[in-house]
Structure formats: C-alpha cells, structure tokens
C-alpha cells in the first residue's frame, strides 16, 4: 500500500494535499479503496458548501458497501471533481490523483496539524 510522504490523512481514511493558498484536496487513501473494494457511485457536495471537520460530505458506494465521507477540515467546499462522479472507479485506479473528491478552502490552516502524518498513518493501518 503506498501512502504519499507529503500528504495528511485522517483515521477515517481520508487524505488531504496541501494546495495553494488556503486549498487543500482531499480524496481517499488507497487502503479505504481497497477495503471497499470497486466503488460504483460517489455522491458528493455542493460547491459553496461549508464544512466543519468530522462533519458527513458525501458518501462512497461499492459493490461491498456503502461508506460516508468525513471533512478533514473546517472550511467551503470550492471545487468538486465531477470525473469521479462520471467515472467512480478513478477512486480504485489513482486514489491519490485523477481520483481526489474535493477541494476545501480552509477557515484555518492550523486545523492540518491535527491530521495524521504519513507513519502514524501507516501504523494505524498496518496495527
């Protein structure tokens, strides 16, 4: 399993790049896609809407089951990536590219510092 060095991630499987500015991008890892298994279906928001770390965005749906999508961080959704919504399995096939789900401008950009750095990432999924 590969786990990008330069990104964040959450114990809920999410990850999060840092983008310009206040932006970051945020998709699922590519242990959640595989645990999943092939995701047929992602329902994402709306641009404009606000989020607040923890908070339900969307949800992911595969030919297992079906699993809610968490905000990483506070902040306004400003982009979604409609690809994966016309292709959901660019999630299995480049989680942590073509793949991503959505792009969060943040409230605060001291909200990453609680997310978890690739090792700890790592040891949460390998236990």
């Not at 699922?28 to 339900?56: C, M, N, R, S, W």
């Amino acid at each position: 399993m590969t786990t990008p060095e330069e990104l964040r991630y959450t114990e809920e499987h999410e990850w999060v790049a840092t983008r310009e500015g206040a932006l970051v991008r945020v998709g699922i890892t590519e242990y959640a896609q595989d645990q999943l298994g092939d995701v047929v279906f992602v329902d994402l928001p709306e641009v404009g809407k606000h989020v607040d770390a923890g908070d339900v965005f969307g949800e992911v749906e595969s030919t297992k089951s079906v699993s809610e999508l968490f905000a990483p961080v506070d902040g306004e959704i400003v982009a979604v990536n409609s690809a994966v919504s016309d292709s959901p399995e660019l999630i299995n096939s480049d989680p942590y590219g073509e793949g991503w789900l959505v792009e969060i401008r943040l409230d605060d950009p001291a909200g990453l510092d609680a997310l978890l750095e690739a090792e700890a990432y790592q040891a949460l999924i390998t236990g």
